[in-house]
């Protein structure tokens, strides 16, 4: 039977007793083990071994800078486990003109053009990967 001071006005066991009268302590913030935090994607920190040859490919045999070699390798990857993510293609496209802008000296106007131009293009890159069937590159 339950102490008098745990039950309701109405005479009832309150919800909150536990018949073992056993309670865990949580401490603030994730607790030990979950995986809440973990990232995927373009915001991932690492690559799998699959998109780490991809990468190396890509800037050993097609001469592309490394930099925009992993915006490449992510984007792609990000863009298979959700089309049409447009924070994605954002950051992507952020990226890209950043990049182009320091090693190039873009003035500001050709900055805003050239992420428009970007955005624009990975947004159809995107609608057409959500149309093929799953697993399909692009």
């Not at 390798?73 to 802008?101: C, F, H, M, T």
Request: hydrophobic share 30%; net charge positive.
């Amino acid at each position: 039977m339950c102490c008098p001071d745990e039950l309701s006005p109405a005479g009832k066991v309150s919800q909150n007793v536990t018949t073992n009268q056993t309670r865990i302590i949580r401490k603030r913030g994730g607790q030990k083990g979950n995986r809440n935090a973990c990232k995927h994607g373009f915001y991932s920190a690492t690559l799998s071994p699959a998109e780490t040859s991809q990468l190396w490919n890509i800037t050993n045999l097609e001469g592309v800078d490394p930099e925009i070699a992993l915006i490449r390798v992510k984007l792609q990857s990000s863009l298979q486990y959700d089309p049409g993510n447009r924070r994605v293609i954002r950051e992507a496209s952020r990226l890209l003109v950043k990049w182009y802008s320091a090693n190039y000296g873009l003035d500001p106007t050709d900055r805003s053009y050239l992420k428009t131009v970007v955005e624009n293009l990975l947004e159809i890159v995107s609608l057409r990967q959500s149309a093929r069937p799953h697993g399909s590159q692009i």
